[in-house]
C-alpha cells in the first residue's frame, strides 16, 4: 500500500515569512494529492490540492508543487499570517479517489 | 444538508460496551467515507461506500468494526466490545461523483474506559 512522510513534524516561522512543507509518497500509482488544514478542535478543511498531471498550482499566497518522479510534494505558504497557524495534512490517493492516506502532520506556529 | 453532520460529537463508553456513530452526509453526494484519527495523527482510512454499498472496507481494523449505509445516505459506524485502543477522533466525509476533494465533518471523538 501507500506510504506518505511528511516533514517537519512543526514549524514555527515569523508572521510574514514564507512557510515549506514537505511530502514523500511511494505508490507511483498515485495521482491525486489534496492538502488540508485542521485547526485545534475543528475538522480537516481542504486548502489545496494537485493532479499529477500539473507539476505547480497557486491559489493566492498558498501553492502546491509536485514531482512525480522523485515522487514529493510541497506545500507553501507566502506572507504568513497568525491565522495560518494550525496542522497541516498531505494526502495521497489513486484507486480512482477512493482512498486517502494522510502524512502525519505538521504543527505551523505563526508567530505575531 | 449544508455540511457532513456527525453525532454524537462526543461519545464515552466503557470498555466491552457496544457503539454507533452516525453520518448524515451532503445531500446528493454518492460516496462516504470513514475515518479514524489517533491523537496527533493523520486520518487513517476505514470505509468507503460508493452508494449503498461497502466499495472497498480494506480499513476496518478488525470484525469488532461493521459499518452501513442501507438507503445511499445515512451511515453508521458499529463498534462491538470496544476497546480502550478504540478512543479516537472518528470522521466522517462525503463527496460528489468526480469530484476529488472531501468534505469532512466535525467528527465523534470517542473514549472508551
Known amino acids: 500500500g501507500e506510504n506518505v512522510e511528511q516533514h517537519p513534524s512543526t514549524l514555527s516561522v515569523q508572521e510574514g515569512d514564507s512557510a515549506v512543507i514537505k511530502c514523500t509518497y511511494s505508490d507511483s500509482a498515485s495521482n491525486y494529492f489534496p492538502w488540508y488544514k485542521q485547526e485545534l478542535g475543528k475538522r480537516p478543511q481542504l486548502i489545496i490540492d494537485i493532479r499529477s498531471n500539473v507539476g505547480e498550482k497557486k491559489d493566492q499566497r498558498i501553492a502546491v508543487t509536485l514531482n512525480k518522479t522523485a515522487k514529493h510534494f510541497s506545500l507553501h505558504i507566502t506572507e504568513t499570517q497568525p491565522e495560518d497557524s494550525a496542522v497541516y495534512f498531505c494526502?495521497?490517493?489513486?484507486?480512482?479517489?477512493?482512498?486517502?492516506?494522510f502524512g502525519s502532520g505538521t504543527k505551523l506556529n505563526v508567530k505575531p | 444538508g449544508a455540511g457532513v453532520s456527525q453525532t454524537p460529537s462526543n461519545k464515552v463508553t466503557e470498555k466491552g460496551k457496544y457503539v454507533e456513530l452516525r453520518c448524515d452526509p451532503i445531500?446528493?453526494?454518492?460516496?462516504l467515507y470513514w475515518y479514524r484519527q489517533s491523537l496527533g495523527q493523520g486520518p487513517e482510512f476505514l470505509i468507503y461506500?460508493?452508494?449503498?454499498?461497502?466499495?472497498?472496507d480494506s480499513g476496518l481494523p478488525n470484525d469488532r468494526f461493521f459499518a452501513v449505509r442501507p438507503e445511499g445516505s445515512v451511515s453508521t459506524l458499529k463498534i462491538q466490545r470496544t476497546e480502550r485502543g478504540d478512543s479516537a477522533v472518528y470522521l466522517c466525509?462525503?463527496?460528489?461523483?468526480?469530484?476529488?476533494?472531501?468534505?469532512f465533518g466535525s467528527g465523534t471523538r470517542l473514549t472508551v474506559v
Open positions: 445531500s446528493g453526494h454518492t460516496a
Open positions: 494526502a495521497a490517493s489513486s484507486q480512482n479517489f477512493n482512498k486517502f492516506y
Open positions: 461506500f460508493q452508494g449503498t454499498g461497502a466499495a472497498d
Open positions: 466525509a462525503s463527496s460528489s461523483t468526480g469530484f476529488y476533494g472531501y468534505t
